[in-house]
């Protein structure tokens, strides 16, 4: 941590201090804002001046390297040469959590929270809550070090990062955020469509943070649909024909599946396997759940509902509670009999239903 309370209970940002400074520090005591252990200092000559935990500590702010450290200082002091009021480090005693950067935009609060090291889905998700329970608005910006890049367009998210995707409002492109201690570049990748679990497309754009405001980080931006279609076609032909791994169990009983139904993956129509942007709220990749949709409704039914598809893949389903950074109610079945009518297979009427369009010879 960069900064800790001294025995008389002030904050000392000893990552602001000069090296003289500090060696007249180093016969005091200090403790951490959040759990009040003791703390010692570290002020090595390669690394940024800071607070450390003792190591069996259990405080949850234990284990901050350098990288970490590094971050969100350069993102506090970018803010403060904007002229906001920004607070570092700052504990909300009504939750037990700090922030690690705290942001007063008129009535607007925002935490910024800036996540470099592995954790839970369920930590994630916790701290994102406690923050909306209070009023608010956590925006997770994840290091540089997590960032897997495949392509000029296309990026690797685990599944333990999909909690940090970010969603505004219902018109804004799914986003998630990135920044790089030592390089000094923010990264934002937007308008993501996900081509399986984890692999996805989308506008991937980074600056110098010095170059950036911090309102111009969240202006909308899309990717280029030529160059998805072009990324689509190569990656469809080798999906095709790269064998499985013994491994992949959830793949090899989708295609004993269509073994049992008499077909195989190259049988499939072109439509299934398209990538959608809410893919994540599926366990499973995309083309098991569109083959489904394709070999038990579209090919045995001329009219079918938008609950029969939902009760077909009932088992697939994440809940969007455990996504609490997305404001969409867009539906991934939805999302993608939506792209099914634009190519013409279905045709969608009354409310929630789907007549299949034949082809007559």
Same mark, same amino acid.
């Given at each position: 941590?960069?900064?800790?309370?001294?025995?008389?209970?002030?904050?000392?940002?000893?990552?602001?201090?000069?090296?003289?400074?500090?060696?007249?520090?180093?016969?005091?005591?200090?403790?951490?804002?959040?759990?009040?252990?003791?703390?010692?200092?570290?002020?090595?000559?390669?690394?940024? !001046?800071?607070?450390?935990?003792?190591?069996?500590?259990?405080c949850v702010q234990t284990g901050e390297g350098s990288y970490h450290e590094n971050g969100k200082k350069d993102?506090?002091? $970018?803010?403060? %040469?904007?002229?906001?009021?920004?607070?570092?480090?700052?504990?909300? !005693?009504?939750?037990?959590?700090? %922030?690690?950067?705290?942001?007063?935009?008129?009535?607007?609060?925002i935490a910024i929270e800036y996540q470099c090291a592995k954790i839970s889905k369920q930590e994630?998700?916790?701290?994102?809550?406690?923050?909306? %329970?209070?009023?608010?608005?956590?925006?997770?910006?994840?290091?540089?070090?997590?960032? &897997?890049?495949?392509?000029?367009?296309?990026?690797?998210?685990?599944?333990?990062?999909?909690?940090?995707?970010?969603?505004?409002?219902?018109?804004?492109?799914?986003?998630?955020?990135?920044?790089?201690?030592?390089?000094?570049?923010?990264?934002? &990748?937007?308008?993501?469509?996900?081509?399986?679990?984890?692999?996805?497309?989308?506008?991937?754009?980074?600056?110098?943070?010095?170059?950036?405001? $911090?309102?111009?980080?969240?202006?909308?931006?899309?990717?280029?649909?030529?160059?998805?279609?072009?990324?689509?076609?190569?990656?469809?032909?080798? $999906?095709? &024909?790269?064998?499985?791994?013994?491994?992949?169990?959830?793949?090899?009983?989708?295609?004993?599946?269509?073994?049992?139904?008499?077909?195989?993956?190259?049988?499939? !129509?072109?439509?299934?396997?398209?990538?959608?942007?809410?893919?994540?709220?599926?366990?499973?990749?995309?083309?098991?759940?569109?083959?489904?949709?394709?070999?038990?409704?579209?090919?045995?039914?001329?009219?079918?509902?938008?609950?029969?598809?939902?009760?077909?893949?009932?088992?697939?389903?994440? %809940?969007?509670?455990?996504?609490?950074?997305?404001?969409?109610?867009?539906?991934?079945?939805?999302?993608?009999?939506?792209?099914?009518?634009?190519?013409?297979?279905?045709?969608?009427?009354?409310?929630?239903?789907?007549?299949?369009?034949?082809?007559?010879?």
């Amino acid at each position: 941590m960069l900064q800790a309370f001294n025995q008389h209970g002030e904050l000392v940002p000893i990552w602001k201090m000069t090296r003289q400074e500090i060696e007249q520090r180093y016969k005091e005591s200090f403790y951490c804002p959040s759990c009040r252990e003791q703390v010692i200092i570290k002020a090595g000559i390669k690394n940024t !001046p800071h607070f450390a935990h003792q190591q069996k500590s259990e405080c949850v702010q234990t284990g901050e390297g350098s990288y970490h450290e590094n971050g969100k200082k350069d993102m506090f002091n $970018w803010l403060q %040469s904007q002229g906001y009021h920004v607070k570092l480090e700052y504990y909300h !005693p009504q939750i037990n959590q700090r %922030s690690d950067i705290f942001l007063q935009l008129g009535k607007k609060q925002i935490a910024i929270e800036y996540q470099c090291a592995k954790i839970s889905k369920q930590e994630a998700l916790m701290r994102t809550k406690g923050y909306q %329970s209070i009023g608010i608005i956590p925006i997770w910006i994840l290091g540089a070090n997590k960032l &897997y890049r495949l392509h000029q367009h296309s990026l690797k998210i685990s599944t333990n990062d999909h909690p940090f995707l970010h969603q505004f409002h219902k018109d804004y492109p799914l986003s998630i955020f990135y920044y790089c201690p030592d390089t000094k570049r923010m990264i934002v &990748y937007q308008d993501i469509l996900f081509f399986t679990k984890t692999k996805t497309f989308g506008n991937l754009m980074s600056w110098k943070l010095g170059t950036l405001k $911090w309102r111009e980080l969240f202006l909308p931006r899309y990717h280029d649909k030529s160059a998805l279609q072009m990324y689509w076609t190569k990656h469809k032909k080798k $999906w095709l &024909y790269q064998p499985i791994s013994y491994y992949q169990k959830q793949e090899k009983a989708w295609r004993h599946w269509l073994y049992i139904h008499q077909t195989n993956i190259q049988n499939l !129509p072109n439509y299934v396997y398209l990538p959608i942007s809410s893919q994540f709220l599926f366990n499973c990749t995309p083309w098991i759940w569109q083959s489904r949709i394709y070999m038990d409704l579209i090919l045995a039914f001329d009219y079918f509902t938008l609950s029969q598809v939902s009760h077909l893949l009932q088992e697939h389903y994440i %809940s969007s509670d455990l996504f609490p950074l997305i404001t969409t109610t867009y539906h991934p079945v939805q999302e993608y009999l939506h792209l099914l009518v634009q190519l013409g297979i279905l045709k969608m009427v009354e409310k929630n239903g789907y007549i299949v369009k034949r082809t007559t010879v």
